[in-house]
């Protein structure tokens, strides 16, 4: 049996319900018999509060302030230069000079996000001198230059357009040099993964770079058939600050639900997330659309409403919004490029629509016939039970750990208590 791993997480904000990704890695790496030190920095007590609760599941953490003042100066500074503005917001030199102090006791170190990946190279050169530092493993999660191409050509925030412009060419160039620098990098999809290896020199491996999908808490998220779906409701998820969703939200509300309300007048549409701007609280001066904002739990939105609804224009990576409406057995009418990184069949596990009147028609299609909403839910819920247990991508990050202490040639002799 294989030797327990000693795994130093390093992640740039604090792993939540809302940050699933690294969440429910080290949830389930610690429930796999790992000791897991999580490292992670937080931007107001509130998120310090929430790092806290990792203690509950993990073998150690260490947390440290990182006031949003710091990350604006961070980029400031960085806006003459060649490195992207997202590689430099969350530098911290006390934290990077204590993970340089922690690290050499781990058998590996896992870094997430291209705002984390500064500490894995200062890991990485700090500690090579000393012959001391384990492998280190770069999640970059979403390949971040594809996701500024796309933004930087339909976000419907000008200010989001100007700054992905002005950051996307050194991203490109730092992101291609990145993926280079580390033991193993990370991605969430086969579409991450082709970008990403696109941007290095010609010749270079794609195999140093793995596909680590996303998954879904299927007991979190689990159907509730005491819950009576409420008719011609739809549901519209996320953090609503966020460029892609505001974009995604807009399109929903301008060009798509006047295509329903012409012959559906009596559909709603629940806007469900943290934080929306001004232009997406604005919406709800139709008596149809209701905003929540923040909402303590999104699942009775999902199990009260008929569909969710996802018509993303752009965006990387895999959506967890589809997956935990899916996994609550609720039937999604999405884009393509919202499942373009999911192994989906089209009109049996979702309806999938890209134009406003094809997305419309797919709406209405579904709103009428009762039989196929729970045909597509079912399926659904089905396609997220065989693809999408974290506790089956915790193992797959546990291979990939393996691969590169082999490969650095880093034994695990630790002392047997």
Known sequence: MDQPLNILYVVPYVPNLIRVRPYNLIRNLAERGHCVTVATLYTSERERLEAEKLRAFVSGMRTFPMPTLRSLANAAMALPSRVPLQAVYAWNVAFAQALAEMAPSFDVVHVEHLRGARYGLYLKNELAARGVCPPVVWDSVDCIT?????????????PKRLITRLDLRRTETYEGWLARQFDHVAVTSALDQKA????MPSGSPISSISVLANGVDLDYFTPDPSVEREPATLVISGKMSYHANVTMT?????????IVWARRPDTRVLVV????????????????VIVTGTVDDIRPYLYRATMAVTPITYGTGIQNKVLEAMACATPVVSTPQAVSALRVA???DVLVAQEPIAFGEAVLKLLTDIPLQRQVGQA????????????????ELETIYRDAIRATGKTLEREQV
């Not at 997330?273 to 149809?288: S, W």
């Open 380 to 395: 659904g819920r089905a396609y997220v039970e065989a693809h999408h247990k974290w506790s089956e991508i915790a193992a």
């Open 146 to 158: 594809l996701l500024f191409r796309q933004a930087a050509a339909s976000s419907r925030s000008l």
């Open 196 to 199: 990403l290896a696109s941007l």
């Open 250 to 258: 807009l399109n929903l509300i301008q060009n798509i639900m006047p």
């Open 273 to 288: 997330g943290k934080d929306p701007p001004r232009e997406i609280q604005a919406l709800g001066a139709n008596p149809n």
């Open 346 to 348: 089209p009109g049996r």
